[in-house]
């Protein structure tokens, strides 16, 4: 498998209100822990290439304290985070982040 690569794609509600969305009871650090047990999973593939895709919405803007705190949690696992702010069809704000998962130390 030397040269494959493992993607991950992932969609990430939070709990940010926002007109037009549908209010979500489950906690957003349940669905942080839940990006960051997944990027484990892919660190201890056997894939050369591992990526993580992840949609955040509702999020109206990737500098939001609340967000920054949350994303400080997941951006270590990866070389590098970046990412792409949209609006779906309806209006509601959300990010697309990507980027190559860190190897797991030797």
């Known amino acids: 498998m030397a040269g494959l690569c493992a993607i991950e794609l992932k969609t990430m509600n939070t709990n940010y209100r926002c007109v037009g969305a549908i ?56 070389k590098e985070l970046n990412c792409m702010q949209f609006k779906f069809k309806n209006g509601i704000p959300g990010v697309i982040y990507y980027g190559f998962i860190k190897s797991q130390p030797a």
């Open 23 to 78: 209010n979500k009871t489950r906690p957003i650090t349940k669905n942080v822990e839940k990006i960051i047990e997944d990027i484990e999973k892919l660190k201890k593939s056997k894939y050369k290439y591992r990526m993580m895709i992840f949609v955040v919405f509702p999020l109206p803007g990737v500098k939001k304290p609340e967000w920054i705190s949350h994303l400080d949690k997941i951006r270590p696992n990866f």
